[in-house]
Nanobody
Framework: QLVESGGGSVQAGGSLTLSCTASGFADDVYCLAWFRQAPGQEREGVGVLNSDGTTTYADSVKGRFTISEDKEKNVLHLQMNNLKPEDSGMYYC??????????????????WGQGTQVTVSS
């Protein structure tokens, strides 16, 4: 199970931190990712934390967003800085419980949270 929190409204240039609490996974080998979806658009990958500790980010968020994990609490964080209106959307946490490393593509993830809304105003 994946439960997101931390969404909200912020002005452009501001920051938000999203959290995703993961539970029910059988072992420590799984990849966790953030995706987002704006109204009328495809769900797109934001960033992934692979089981081997490596990260991959979408070009649009590199240098502004950072993924980290509190392994003890099984919580994934997404620190978002210098937010832009185009960052607005529903943000989803996703997990692939079978891979050590996975591409940042929707089809690779089988577990999803319900999402948390992020709105950035200009």
């Amino acid at each position: 199970q994946l439960v997101e929190s931390g969404g909200g409204s912020v002005q452009a240039g501001g920051s938000l931190t999203l959290s995703c609490t993961a539970s029910g996974f059988a072992d420590d080998v799984y990849c966790l990712a953030w995706f987002r979806q704006a109204p009328g658009q495809e769900r797109e990958g934001v960033g992934v934390l692979n089981s081997d500790g490596t990260t991959t980010y979408a070009d649009s968020v590199k240098g502004r967003f950072t993924i980290s994990e509190d392994k003890e609490k099984n919580v994934l964080h997404l620190q978002m800085n210098n937010l832009k209106p185009e960052d607005s959307g529903m943000y989803y946490c996703a997990a692939d419980p079978d891979s050590i490393r996975v591409p940042l593509k929707r089809d690779y993830f089988e577990n999803w949270g319900q999402g948390t809304q992020v709105t950035v105003s200009s």
